[in-house]
């Protein structure tokens, strides 16, 4: 079993910076995928950034270029550092992640942390 803790979320004013956090415990060395999802009200939740076991990243449109996705293996734990932050990046971010073993993959959702961002 994964227990992921999420950490930096909260109000800012547009154009500021925010970092999340997100370790995950449990896990030992098959974690898969570590991501951010978001959550705005009255939409779907999307994948905002991922980045994989061996580093590679992706992003949702939206956030190229203003978030950055990184991952400290040692620690089990993804950060999300959000610059330039916009009014509509206002959402609930949950951190994912996807520990395989074997031939199954499982996926863990963190509790949530809000970041509203003000205009």
């Known amino acids: 079993q994964v227990q992921l803790v999420e950490s930096g979320g909260g109000l800012v004013q547009a154009g500021g910076s925010l970092r999340l956090s997100c370790a995950a415990s449990?896990?030992?060395?098959?974690?898969?995928?570590m991501g951010w999802y978001r959550q705005a009200p009255g939409k779907q939740r999307e994948l905002a950034a991922i980045?994989?076991?061996?580093?590679?990243?992706n992003y949702v449109d939206s956030v190229k270029g203003r978030f950055t996705i990184s991952r400290d293996y040692a620690k089990n734990t993804v950060y999300l550092q959000m610059n330039s932050l916009k009014p509509e990046d206002t959402a609930l971010y949950y951190c994912?992640?996807?520990?395989?073993?074997?031939?199954?993959?499982?996926?863990?959702w963190g509790q949530g942390t809000q970041v509203t961002v003000s205009s």
């Open positions: 449990g896990s030992g060395s098959s974690i898969a995928t």
């Open positions: 994912n992640v996807v520990v395989q073993v074997g031939a199954l993959k499982y996926s863990y």
């Open positions: 980045i994989t076991s061996g580093g590679s990243t």
